[in-house]
T-cell receptor, first 109, second 113 residues
Framework: QKEVEQDPGPLSVPEGAIVSLNCTYSNSAFQYFMWYRQYSRKGPELLMYTYSSGNKEDGRFTAQVDKSSKYISLFIRDSQPSDSATYLCAMIVGFKTIFGAGTRLFVKA | DVKVTQSSRYLVKRTGEKVFLECVQDMDHENMFWYRQDPGLGLRLIYFSYDVKMKEKGDIPEGYSVSREKKERFSLILESASTNQTSMYLC????????????FGDGTRLSIL
């Protein structure tokens, strides 16, 4: 079993939809959680970084962490075609970072 | 903003060549990393360095070596390139405190013919 599981998609939604991206993990030692966005032929860009259970909001993006269920989510409100990208979850314990495989998202105009 | 710069966006080399991939960061980060990214396999750590002249093997170091002579620069070397090393190579850096996120460059898409 992988330490971090993420559905690769692809996920296709119409413009304006609310998008939910999810990851599960098995290592309860993970304390810090990130979401990266990666456009085609570019490197991953850090979107959200959080360490506590609950929600963290940044504009149209909300990161949610449920440590009791070992489950994290990224919500995108009012999705735009420019949100079309691969989204990677990542988790840190100490100096080690584990990445999910990424979910490909397509937002159709 | 953190800036991680990889010297080449696209590179085409031949089997058996020695290949150098260069990465420079401008945030005085102690930690630097090299990954390769392949469809269906995600990001795989090749090597990392937590200080000048220090290096540690990641999950897939075979066929690669690294060099860190200066704090801001981390080089990945393919000693004798093979076709199975065709991939997207990503460099990242992070500060020397635990639990800090990594920041990535835009990658080098390397093709070995």
């Amino acid at each position: 079993q992988k330490e971090v599981e993420q559905d690769p998609g692809p996920l296709s939604v119409p413009e304006g939809a609310i998008v939910s991206l999810n990851c599960t993990y098995s290592n309860s030692a993970f304390q810090y959680f990130m979401w990266y966005r990666q456009y085609s032929r570019k490197g991953p860009e850090l979107l959200m970084y959080t360490y506590s259970s609950g929600n963290k909001e940044d504009g149209r993006f909300t990161a949610q962490v449920d440590k009791s269920s070992k489950y994290i989510s990224l919500f995108i409100r009012d999705s735009q075609p420019s949100d079309s990208a691969t989204y990677l979850c990542a988790m840190i314990v100490g100096f080690k970072t584990i990445f999910g495989a990424g979910t490909r998202l397509f937002v159709k105009a | 903003d953190v800036k991680v710069t990889q010297s080449s966006r696209y590179l085409v080399k031949r089997t058996g060549e020695k290949v150098f991939l260069e990465c420079v960061q401008d945030m005085d980060h102690e930690n630097m990393f090299w990954y390769r990214q392949d469809p269906g396999l995600g990001l795989r750590l090749i090597y990392f360095s937590y200080d000048v002249k220090m290096k540690e093997k990641g999950d897939i170091p075979e066929g690669y070596s690294v060099s860190r002579e200066k704090k801001e620069r981390f080089s990945l070397i393919l000693e004798s390139a093979s076709t199975n090393q065709t991939s997207m190579y990503l460099c990242a850096s992070s500060p020397d405190r635990s639990n800090q996120p990594q920041h990535f460059g835009d990658g080098t898409r390397l093709s070995i013919l």
